[in-house]
């Protein structure tokens, strides 16, 4: 009787024990099974968030763009606007002598003189400006020895054409070097006691002429021979021997 009692134990802790080891793998499959499930419903929503947060830095690194880009043109402008600035002072800066209005005949005394020599073969012309503001003097003076309209022209030097231009300030003078003769008694020579130098102006001869009175006795002049040299500051060896 109590072997049959202790067998019937037996078998019911068996059962109980299998039923409990059955209910717990079945247990862990399911937890392996929800953790799956929610590995997997996370990962859409890992994605998704990654997803709006890339969306929101490109608005976000966007969106400093334009006013960057608003900024930069008005400072573009102001670098051209003081670009422009910075070039009117250099073109108003331009030299004297563009600025300086060409020598009239009214704005010059025109004077001559022997040179230093025997038989005086030169004379030498100094143009001072009298007219109170610099002006510029073109070229070589345009010397008609006798009437203005049948005098002889006298042609210039071109050795003695100087670089720069011929500027001259209120009282500067300028001057020019002219051969009249070659000394000679045979010479076809005519006593000249005054004679009319012009200007030349931008465009050529200028209107009016300066009346230029010779020493006493007037100077030997021989139109066949004669030559002017260009208005210089300062005479100058060698360029102006002719």
């Known amino acids: ?16 024990a299998v039923s409990l080891g059955l209910t717990a793998c079945g247990a862990d499959e399911g937890a392996k099974d929800a953790g799956s499930a929610k590995t997997t419903a996370g990962a859409p929503a890992a ?4 997803g709006t947060a890339g969306a929101a830095g490109a608005t976000e690194s966007a969106a400093p763009a334009a006013p960057a880009g608003s900024s930069a ?13 910075q070039g009117t002072p250099a073109a108003a800066g331009s030299a004297p002598e563009a600025k300086a209005p060409v020598c009239a005949h009214g704005d010059v005394r025109i004077t001559m003189k022997k040179a230093d020599e025997v038989p005086t073969e030169h004379i030498v012309l100094t143009a001072t400006n009298t007219s109170g503001r610099s002006c510029r003097l073109l070229g ?9 309209q049948t005098a002889k022209d006298v042609p210039a030097v071109p050795a003695s ?21 070659n000394g000679g008694v045979h010479e076809d020579n005519k006593v000249v006691k005054e004679f009319n130098v012009n200007l030349f102006a931008a465009d050529g001869p200028a209107e009016g002429s300066v009346v230029v009175t010779a020493p006493a006795g007037g100077i030997a002049v021989d139109e066949a021979v004669a030559k002017t040299g260009y208005w210089t500051p300062e005479l100058r060896n060698g360029a102006d021997d002719f």
């Open 73 to 85: 043109a008005p400072a573009a402008g102001k670098g051209t606007a003081g670009g422009a600035a």
């Open 161 to 181: 054409k100087p670089a720069a231009p011929v500027v001259l300030v209120p009282g500067a003078p300028a001057y020019a070097n002219v051969r009249v003769s």
């Open 1 to 16: 009787m109590r072997t049959t009692t202790s067998r019937t134990a037996l078998l019911v802790a068996a059962v109980a």
């Open 140 to 148: 070589h003076p345009l010397i008609a020895f006798g009437e203005i």
């Open 47 to 50: 994605t998704a968030t990654t």
